[in-house]
C-alpha cells in the first residue's frame, strides 16, 4: 500500500501563490511520474501537472507560466511539489496528488495512487 501525504492548501485572495506537497515513502515501492489534479465542486478531476522520475514536467495550458511542478527523490522517500502563483478564482479545487507505484524489483505497474486532497480557495 502507498500512502500519499499532503499539506500546503489553503486561502487565498487572487494573484497570490500557494505551494502545495506530497510526500511518499519508497522504502517499498518505487514512485515514477507524480501529477496533480484539482477537483471542483460538481466536477471531474482534471490533470494539471505531471513529473517524470527525473523531472521532466509537463503542464495543462491552463496554468503554464503559473505553476510549477518539482520533485525531491531522498533515500526513502519522494516528495512531489506544485508551486501556484498568480491564482485565479478558477483555480479554486480540492487538489489531489497522483503517483504511479512501481514494484521495487521488477518494476512492475502497481497502480496509481491518490493522496487525500487538499483544498485551495481563492477569493476574488
Known amino acids: 500500500q502507498v500512502q500519499l501525504v499532503e499539506s500546503g492548501g489553503g486561502l487565498v485572495q487572487a494573484g497570490e501563490s500557494l505551494r502545495l506537497s506530497c510526500s511518499a515513502c519508497?522504502?517499498?515501492?518505487?514512485?515514477?511520474?507524480m501529477g496533480w489534479y484539482p477537483q471542483a465542486p460538481g466536477k471531474q478531476r482534471t490533470l494539471v501537472a505531471t513529473i517524470t522520475v527525473d523531472g521532466q514536467a509537463t503542464y495543462a495550458d491552463s496554468v503554464r507560466g503559473r505553476f510549477t511542478i518539482s520533485r525531491d527523490n531522498a533515500k526513502n522517500t519522494v516528495t512531489v511539489h506544485l508551486q501556484m502563483n498568480n491564482l485565479e478564482p478558477e483555480d479554486e479545487a480540492v487538489y489531489y496528488c497522483?503517483?504511479?507505484?512501481?514494484?521495487?524489483?521488477?518494476?512492475?505497474?502497481?497502480?496509481?495512487?491518490w493522496g487525500q486532497g487538499t483544498q485551495v480557495t481563492v477569493s476574488s
Open positions: 519508497t522504502s517499498v515501492f518505487r514512485i515514477n511520474d
Open positions: 497522483w503517483a504511479d507505484a512501481r514494484g521495487p524489483t521488477s518494476g512492475a505497474s502497481l497502480g496509481g495512487y
